[in-house]
């Protein structure tokens, strides 16, 4: 991580020619990567959650009861 701030400031550095700014660049670019990584994470928790749902809840329909159907209307129904 070190290496690759170093190496990032210094190429934005020569860009510019400002060291200060190559260095805030380059920990935007970091703080941009560590973003993205941890929103991969939060989607793949997510994920697993939901997939813990669906497991648990088809463990659960043989516990089910069955519904009786409907009985007719009477006939002095309106």
């Not at 860009?15 to 700014?21: N, P, S, T």
């Not at 939901?50 to 809840?57: E, K, R, S, Y």
Request: hydrophobic letters at 55%; proline letters at 4%.
């Amino acid at each position: 991580m070190v290496e690759m701030l170093q190496r990032l400031a210094a190429g934005y550095a020569t860009m510019d020619g400002d060291a200060v700014h190559g260095q805030a660049v380059a920990l935007k670019r970091l703080w941009s990567l560590a973003w993205r990584e941890a929103q991969v994470q939060t989607y793949a928790d997510a994920f697993l959650t939901i997939t813990l749902c669906f497991a648990i809840a088809t463990a659960m329909v043989p516990l089910m009861r069955k519904v009786a159907p409907a009985r007719a209307p009477t006939s002095n129904a309106h």
